[in-house]
């Protein structure tokens, strides 16, 4: 077992959205930002971020780290970035506001359209079309959920027809 498998989870944090040099087993070495250290195998995610905002991610083996070295830290733009590689282009972060005028706006459209809503969950959160499929925030097709797989297919249908019409 290596020095760096010998770590703890909690060490191992002190490394996150850090760039670091990583020499592996034959003294391969490897500089990127730290991602992630699996806290089972001790394997290090770094990205390396290119032009034209790519990135390229590459995964070190924790069996064949043999030193890392912290280059520099990380500033709050570059934390910003890593924290956001993954997630979905589309995937938007609604107001409280935003998300209430989506609902109200929705709820409003279905019962236009004869089709029963009521709200429900926690503060009244969810949409529930008749009592079979549920609607959660951001109130998008994708938030929609049934067993009816028919009536699921439906509704999302309705909604992307919906969300593509101009507000």
Not at 69 to 86: C, K, N, R, T, Y
Not at 147 to 152: A, H, P, T
């Amino acid at each position: 077992m290596t020095e760096w498998q010998r770590k703890s989870p909690l060490e191992w944090q002190t490394y996150l959205n850090k760039e670091a040099k990583v020499t592996a087993a034959e003294k391969h070495e490897y500089v990127g930002w730290v991602l992630t250290v699996d806290p089972v195998s001790a394997n290090i995610v770094l990205a390396k971020l290119l032009e034209d905002e790519k990135v390229s991610v590459s995964v070190v083996l924790g069996h064949a780290v043999q030193k890392v070295e912290i280059v520099s830290e990380g500033d709050s733009p570059i934390q910003e970035q890593l924290a956001h590689l993954f997630m979905p282009e589309e995937s938007q972060a609604y107001s409280q506001e935003e998300l209430e005028r989506r609902k109200s706006s929705l709820k409003t459209w279905l019962e236009t359209n004869h089709i029963p809503v009521t709200e429900e969950g926690e503060s009244q959160r969810t949409l529930c079309v008749a009592g079979v499929l549920t609607i959660d925030p951001p109130y998008g097709p994708e938030d929609c959920s049934s067993s009816n797989e028919i009536i699921l297919s439906r509704v999302q249908g309705l909604l992307q027809g919906y969300f593509a019409a101009p507000q």
